[in-house]
């Protein structure tokens, strides 16, 4: 009896460890699905991470790839930048020295313009009838103004001139013999050339073979045409040479009748007559003249370069400026 009452005990201990089991396995499975459901989503989620992580990286190659290229282009700009403002210093400079130049020649122009103006080198005489020309209608001009050269020949023109470069020339003898007495009131003498006293040029020679004859003067002068047999009886005959002393045996081949002049002035005619030596300021209006525009032509062209480059300087500061908001 007592063991069968040790036995209805045990087993009903027995019993209560299964049923306490039991629900141990039951609650193991409910964990189990709760397990299974997580790691269902931890898959899923692991899944996605994954797939972003791809992405991540391909979009780190493309920035990467993105920002090489931006640094590329960023040096580059940079470059181009200290070039911008490289070539603006150097125009700056160019500008300063073209300002100056300018300047100079300016002053340099205004002097001989007022010297032009106020025709320093004319004779007294002279003057007072370019002063006083509508009283002498037959005056065509100074031999000065009907005759232009480049500044390279002025000094030959001048050297073949002297003397003469200041005389007035005149259409009509007939007029001005019959005002002789207006003539006779100016200051000092005047010498006249009758332009309708002047014989047409004719000569034949043919200066092409000669050794160191540079052509006729003539041909190296500006004038109107209607000057053209005053200026050619003046200077048809006179030959530009590169040396004056052939002047002997040119003389010789061509005859007397020759003047020979180079271009620093130094003058023979075939006649013996020789004019060495640095040209008198009386005889420097042709050269004057040609200084004049020589003068004016160059200002104009520096102030073409200046607003060339005030321009240039102005678009590389705003290249810069670009530039640098672009770095």
Same mark, same amino acid.
């Given at each position: ?23 141990? @396995? ?17 898959? *899923?989620? &692991? ?6 992580? *791809?992405?991540? =990286? ?19 700009? @940079? $470059? #181009? ?5 490289? $070539? ?29 103006? @106020? $025709? ?15 009283? !002498? ?7 000065? =103004? ?5 500044? =390279?020949?002025?000094? *030959? ?31 000092? @003498? ?7 006293? /002047? ?5 034949? =020679? ?8 540079? %052509?006729?003067?003539?041909? !190296? ?18 030959? /530009? ?6 002047? +002997?045996?040119?003389?010789?081949? &061509?005859?007397?009748?020759?003047? !020979?002049?180079?271009?620093? %002035? #130094?003058?023979?005619? +075939?006649?013996? !007559? ?7 300021? *009386? ?31 102005? #678009?590389?500061? $705003? ?9």
């Amino acid at each position: 009896k007592s063991g069968i009452i040790d036995i209805v005990r045990h087993t009903a201990q027995l019993h209560n460890e299964l049923q306490s089991i039991s629900v141990y @396995r039951t609650n193991l499975s409910s964990q189990k699905d709760r397990l299974a459901g997580r790691a269902q989503v931890a898959g *899923a989620e &692991l899944e996605k991470l994954l797939t972003d992580k *791809a992405q991540c =990286d391909a979009r780190l190659n493309d920035i990467e790839t993105v920002i090489a290229d931006l640094t590329k282009n960023l040096d580059a700009k @940079r $470059r #181009e930048s200290d070039t911008c403002a490289g $070539r603006a210093e150097a125009d700056k400079k160019r500008l300063a020295n073209s300002k100056e130049a300018r300047s100079a020649l300016a002053s340099e122009l205004a002097v001989l313009t007022d010297m032009e103006n @106020r $025709r320093e080198g004319v004779k007294a005489g002279a003057k007072r009838i370019l002063e006083n020309q509508s009283q !002498f209608d037959y005056v065509e001009g100074i031999l000065a =103004d009907i005759i232009t050269a480049h500044i =390279d020949y002025a000094a *030959a023109v001048e050297a073949a001139l002297e003397d003469k470069t200041d005389a007035v020339v005149i259409a009509s003898t007939e007029k001005l013999l019959a005002g002789k007495d207006a003539v006779d009131k100016l200051d000092g @003498r005047v010498h006249f050339i009758s332009a309708d006293k /002047i014989e047409p040029f004719v000569n034949t =020679d043919d200066l092409s073979t000669l050794s160191g004859v540079k %052509g006729r003067l003539v041909e !190296f002068v500006n004038y109107q045409p209607k000057h053209a047999s005053l200026v050619w009886a003046l200077l048809g005959k006179t030959l /530009i040479v590169d040396s004056i002393d052939k002047f +002997g045996q040119l003389s010789e081949t &061509l005859g007397p009748d020759y003047k !020979f002049v180079t271009l620093k %002035g #130094e003058f023979a005619a +075939g006649d013996g !007559f020789i004019k060495l030596g640095p040209l008198g300021r *009386a005889v420097g209006l042709i050269s004057r003249k040609s200084r004049l525009r020589q003068l004016q032509d160059t200002i104009t062209n520096i102030t073409n370069e200046i607003d060339a480059l005030e321009n240039q300087i102005d #678009e590389s500061i $705003r290249t810069g400026d670009h530039l640098t908001k672009l770095c």
